[in-house]
């Protein structure tokens, strides 16, 4: 069964002060690594794809890599819109689209 | 872009009614899903489809079913809405069958009361 567990639940980062989230995983065949971006009341956002260890990927902020049995979402220089949970799911080689979901990492970034 | 959208925002129902959740999607994917999120537990998967009449049972498929008559509408049935119930369903979508990293799409959610 497939598993991600993300570390920590919550963060409490002050604008400026850089930090990373942790996504843990099993899984018996890595297609894809996924991490999305949730704001109160909507749903998540697609903020990137990671397919293969050593794999890096970057948008404004946010880098995402990967290791084969963890994901890191580095976050530099945070602002307060930055503010938001943080979600990290895996799909399987073995089960076509469907994605196994974390818990998610509450980030919240203060003045 | 890829807009999902979800016939109501927020819903109150009453224990033992069958209720219908709806989301269209206008990208012309052909997966849909249908997911729950409760808080400590995440995004739980029920049911997805990848082509229209086809529904694939996800991880807790229990107490509902799904209707896929066309390509862009994928229903959730609540065949007798119980408490346990009661939370945020959301709705999704993607391109491809077996292509690789199909990032899913998904709308703002349906918040589901029942009393």
């Known amino acids: 069964e497939d598993q991600v567990t993300q570390s920590p639940e919550a963060l409490r980062l002050q604008e400026g002060e850089s930090s990373s989230l942790n996504c843990s995983y099993t899984?018996?065949?890595?297609?894809?690594l996924f991490w999305y971006r949730q704001d109160p009341g909507k749903g998540p956002e697609f903020l990137f794809t990671l397919y293969s260890a050593g794999e890096e990927k970057e948008k404004e902020r946010l880098k995402a890599t990967l290791t084969k049995k963890e994901s890191f979402l580095h976050i530099t220089a945070p602002k307060p819109e930055d503010s938001a949970t943080y979600l990290c799911a895996v799909q399987n080689t073995g089960t076509a689209s469907k994605l196994t979901f974390g818990t998610g990492t509450r980030l919240q970034v203060t003045l | 872009d890829v807009k999902v959208t979800q016939s109501s925002r927020y819903l109150v129902k009453r224990t033992g009614e069958k209720v219908f959740l709806e989301c269209v999607q206008d990208?012309?994917?052909?997966?849909m899903f249908w997911y729950r999120q409760d808080p400590g537990l995440g995004l739980r998967l029920i049911y997805f489809?990848?082509?229209?009449?086809?529904?694939e049972k996800g991880d807790i498929p229990e107490g509902y079913s799904v209707s896929r008559e066309k390509k862009e509408r994928f229903s959730l049935i609540l065949e007798s809405a119980s408490t346990n119930q009661t939370s945020m369903y959301l709705c999704?979508?993607?391109?491809?069958?077996?292509?690789?990293?199909?990032?899913?799409?998904f709308g703002d959610g349906t918040r589901l009361s029942i009393l």
């Open positions: 899984v018996s065949g890595l297609r894809g």
């Open positions: 489809s990848y082509d229209v009449k086809m529904k």
């Open positions: 990208m012309d994917h052909e997966n």
């Open positions: 999704a979508s993607s391109s491809g069958v077996f292509i690789l990293g199909g990032s899913q799409h």
